[in-house]
């Protein structure tokens, strides 16, 4: 750019410009000051961007408080640190401080179009169990979503039980009656949004919330939280876990929380938020390596379980693309058999009938157990939401992505929990791509940016992928992406029928 160019720029964009570009550095201006990203082939992007204030000492198990000011630039081309868990997360960037595992770990990152102007917003909820994970993973690299007219935003948020934790301390010393931290966290990242985002380029009034696994879990219940209304205008649920049954309820969680502090040699249910505030956090780690971490129905952020909310119609009513992949049965351990799963809800009877639905597909009990394990924790719960939420009158769009890559063909022989996230961020691992395999992928993300774009998943590589009605079909994706009928439903009813609570 010559010199007259670039201050023809800078006159347009004016003195009150919250975005510039100096000797090819993009800069954006917060009120907490100034960041200093990288311009690559078109896209500007931001990392490590603090929406919180360290949740450390006294701010260990509290509502994420907005961050400080800083002074001067502060760079913004790394990622933070992850957020505590029981070993470093993988797929991380060469010599990212990603790698670091700290307490001090709420940042945020922002992929944006160079020249963004009111574009659509997408949010992505990393999964990994709510106890594990990184927004810095490289398959979650939002320049595709750039290249494409939309700003991606990634996000940090605590996990296990930094992030999900409740003990009678916290009611007795009047410090919080919450227990969700990790969702508060996200929800403190959308208000970043809202209040920011305009800043990069892009529309506030447009948010897509999207997350798979754990990370679509957080969709769903952040779905049925007030303290979420507004922040975001569409969702997208991505094999979200959780099956059938509720969460925690806050008693219960105070009963594990009592178990934690007695395994770290405090005074039981006595123990003093100070006492538990003290504890090194690797002590916590090491010791809570094991427990499940998740969403806890506390009773202030979440008054009801999130399936419940969405039973009597009080979630949000706004479009929901919800779906699941052909193996996301993959993640049943290999020593647990179909029998091992609902041993008290599932009969012998049960299982030779689940044998009969399934058909073919049981050609071992490995595979066997694996089909109940995918239509009880995530097909089932899946198409059921959908249901309800369309039958309220929400635009809901049903998917089951089957699509395997041609390179892995020889040891996998359908879509594995997970696998679908490289197509729908266009981020695949270097195994050499066929022409079958990118037609793929820029039909999932095309239709994922169009839904963000409109509120409708109109994509060119893919037909007309129609809302839910009834039980009109489900968009399959696989090497023709299409609408079919969903298939399976004899096997889903039965599980439904007997997993699901009533109420």
């Not at 008290?344 to 394990?373: M, N």
């Not at 089932?380 to 635009?395: D, E, M, S, V, Y």
Request: glycine share 10%; aromatic share 8%.
């Amino acid at each position: 750019m010559s010199p007259w160019a670039r201050i023809a720029l800078l006159t347009w964009l004016g003195c009150s410009a919250t975005l510039v570009v100096r000797a090819e550095i993009p800069q954006v201006r917060l009120d907490e000051g100034t960041l200093s990203g990288v311009l690559k082939d078109g896209v500007v992007s931001y990392k490590g961007i603090p929406y919180a204030e360290p949740p450390v000492g006294s701010l260990r198990w509290t509502l994420p408080v907005p961050p400080k000011a800083w002074s001067g630039e502060r760079a913004a081309d790394d990622f933070g640190p992850s957020c505590m868990q029981p070993t470093p997360p993988r797929n991380l960037p060469q010599g990212s401080k990603a790698a670091q595992l700290s307490e001090d770990c709420l940042t945020l990152n922002v992929w944006a179009p160079a020249d963004a102007a009111h574009v659509p917003v997408m949010v992505w909820i990393h999964g990994g169990g709510n106890t594990n994970g990184s927004s810095a993973d490289i398959y979650y690299d939002g320049s595709a979503f750039a290249r494409d007219g939309a700003i991606l935003v990634s996000l940090n948020y605590r996990l296990g039980v930094f992030g999900f934790f409740a003990h009678p301390a916290f009611a007795r010393e009047h410090a919080s009656d919450e227990g969700n931290f990790g969702l508060w966290d996200q929800i403190a990242a959308l208000r970043w949004v809202k209040r920011n985002i305009a800043r990069f380029g892009g529309d506030p009034g447009n948010v897509t919330l999207f997350g798979e696994s754990a990370g679509g879990e957080d969709t769903i219940a952040l779905l049925t939280t007030r303290a979420a209304r507004g922040l975001f205008q569409r969702a997208i649920a991505e094999s979200a876990g959780g099956g059938w049954g509720p969460p925690p309820t806050r008693s219960e969680a105070e009963s594990k929380g009592t178990q934690l502090a007695t395994k770290l040699k405090l005074a039981g249910a006595q123990a003093t938020l100070s006492d538990l505030r003290a504890v090194p956090m690797q002590a916590i780690v090491e010791s809570a390596q094991d427990e499940d971490a998740g969403p806890i129905v506390d009773g202030r952020l979440l008054t009801q379980p999130p399936l419940s909310a969405i039973a009597k119609g009080d979630a949000s009513r706004v479009p929901l693309i919800i779906g699941t992949n052909s193996e996301d049965g993959s993640l049943v351990p290999d020593q647990v058999s179909a029998a091992d799963l609902f041993p008290q809800r599932l009969s012998s009877a049960d299982l030779t009938q689940l044998k009969a639905d399934y058909g073919p597909q049981v050609s071992s009990d490995r595979a066997f157990a694996e089909l109940v394990f995918r239509d009880a924790y995530f097909a089932g719960p899946a198409g059921w939401i959908a249901g309800r939420l369309a039958a309220k009158g929400t635009p809901v769009y049903l998917y089951r992505f089957e699509y395997v890559l041609e390179a892995l063909r020889r040891r996998r022989s359908g879509a594995r929990h997970g696998s679908e996230i490289p197509f729908v961020f266009e981020q695949f691992p270097p195994i050499g791509l066929t022409g079958e395999d990118r037609v793929v992928g820029r039909a999932m993300h095309d239709c994922w940016v169009a839904f963000a774009r409109t509120g409708k998943p109109d994509c060119a590589d893919a037909p007309q992928w129609m809302p839910l009605k009834g039980s009109n079909g489900w968009m399959v994706f696989d090497s023709r992406p299409e609408m079919r009928a969903i298939q399976g439903k004899a096997a889903l009813d039965l599980l439904e029928s007997r997993l699901r609570p009533t109420g």
